[in-house]
């Protein structure tokens, strides 16, 4: 304890680490009636931290070429010391991030958590949420089985709908008229490089809004006030507040710990909850595996292209949604955030919630 | 909304638009499935009877028998791509056996091979033609064996086989089950693979006492497939065991850290 102390002092003397450390940690006041749901953004936090660390222990006996990359990932699950683990505490943490992140979203909705000058925010966790799923798409391809492969191709099969350059779109994911090494190969790059970087990159710039903004307070209880559009730049303080550190810090790491507890549940007691009998077979691009299907947060992209007769109209819709929620922010400008005085929005979303369950066990089914 | 947004939003709707996932995909057809398929009677028969058979399963195709280009209507039935139609009964062993050779030798020698010629069961007979059934002894039976002789012999045989077979079938289903939980299963299954084949071999010889003889060899090598098995299974149960101790271990944590928030909380109340 001596020995942290000192080492403390030392770089508190050179970096001023202990008055940061009160100004930014003790000294950051959260409103009183914060709620679990506010953790969401540190369980994320760790989930991605876990993703990286177990991702650059699968990258020491990975082969990313299409020859290599089956065996490699057995190799991984078999023979390497705890390899099965963090192979699954990777695969199936993926599966768990994209639980947090539309919690965290579905949250940030309900409570109308983006209005007051919020924009940025919301579009940088907007922008982490579709980048979480572009890094979904880009390592399911990489254990190079029958269910890569073909979920791949049915995935990448998408943009060519699109008129004029749908064609070169696909080629372009692709890297070639059909999925193949060449495919994995710059999935691989995205999905150890490119994407990470750019996620890391868009979770500094979420903090910075939220932190530089200031926290939205819940929208319940008697604390609560209407505000108008501030006309010029406002950080919102939360005098007599609770502290960040270590108050709230012990429920976020709380709630870490359930959502851990959670992976590995999966991981130990239902490790194939996520993965069909095709995630465990190698590519075979010369047959294709009856009842292929995409990942269940994929499901209603899936099945929305069915429903409609064409999948330029099916591709419009998905856009259409997409580009709606990117932009809520600039549309839902009212004042108001309490639930219970936005009937309709709340109306518009458990209905939006609903569909989205219906169509996504639709797709599983049909 | 201002102008410079509204002149952003094509963009934005063609960037999402792009990223949006998904779309269903029809595996290809073969010209054969898709001209036999839309036929009527017998020669639709092959293209109705095809999907689920052991073939199918196993991704052989019309063309992996029969030859022909699967990829060019107007080659598919053509001889010079190695077309072959429908083989007269007795060549029907050799259709098969250029593929199941080990099978071929051992019908030969058995009474149904020798008698082929003459009208004797081949492949098709039992297994089916297009229907493939897979080798198991649910194929000798009093109904389909009573089509051509007494099922006395018959029923002897696959008494004597039949206690092998459940196992081999469990040993299949374990390995199927640990490969469902990322084991590398392959090597076994190759051996397992090896095993059942060498035991259904046995089957066209259709005498007694070859096949109690070659019943108890087999019988060994599964019972080494069968420890391999348990072995995986022990470690797995292993690992659970550490796993339920973790998670209960990160549930504790979780409530004492709430606990510990509520401290805090009180702290709060009391200001």
New interface residues.
Partial sequence: MRVLTLIVDFVDRRLGVRELFDKELRGYLLP?NVNVWYTLGAVLLALFGLQILTGILLLIHYVPHADQAFASV??I??EVPFG?LV??LHAVGANVIVIALLLHMLSVLFMASYKGRREFTWLSGFGLF?LA??LC?TGYLLPWSQLSF?AT???T??????PVVGDL?REFLRGGATVGGQTLGRFFALHVVALPLALLGLIGLHLFCVKRRGISPPPFGSDYRSQELPAAFVHEEHRGG?PFF???V??D???I??F??LL??I???A??LF?P?AA?EPA?P???PPRIK?EWY??W??QT??IFPS?LIG??V???F??LL??LP??DRGPERRPAKRPIFVTVFFLGLLVFVAISVWGHYS | ?NGR?RSL?PL???V??????????A??ETVCIQCHGGQAGPLGDPAREWPGSVHQRN?ISCHDCHGGDPADYANAMSPARGFIGVPAHDRVPEFCGRCHVGVLEDYRQSAHGRKVSEGGAQCVVCHGSHAVREASLDLINERDCSRCHDYGRAAEIRAALDETDARLAGLGEGFERL??????VEPAKGKLFDLRNRFHRVFHSVEVDKVRAETGRVQAEAALLQAEIDAYDRQTAR??V???V??GL??M???V??Q??HT??DE?RRG
């Fill in positions: 009183r057995q190799r699950t078999n099965w192979r699954l579709n799923m572009a798409l073909w191709t049915v995935a099969e998408a943009p060519g709908a699109i779109a609770i270590p108050n709230y012990v429920k790491a709380a709630v710990c359930f851990l507890a590995l549940g991981v130990f007691f490790p194939n993965f009998p465990f075979d010369f047959v294709t995409p994929f499901l992209a899936y292209l069915k999948e591709l419009g998905q856009g259409a997409m580009t990117a932009l600039f549309l | 909304m947004l939003l934005l709707a063609g999402l638009l792009a990223a949006t996932p998904a779309l269903a995909l595996p290809p991704g490969r469902r939980l990322g084991a590398d690992r659970r550490w796993g339920g973790a998670v990160l549930v944590l979780g409530l850290l709430l510990v928030r805090y909380a709060e």
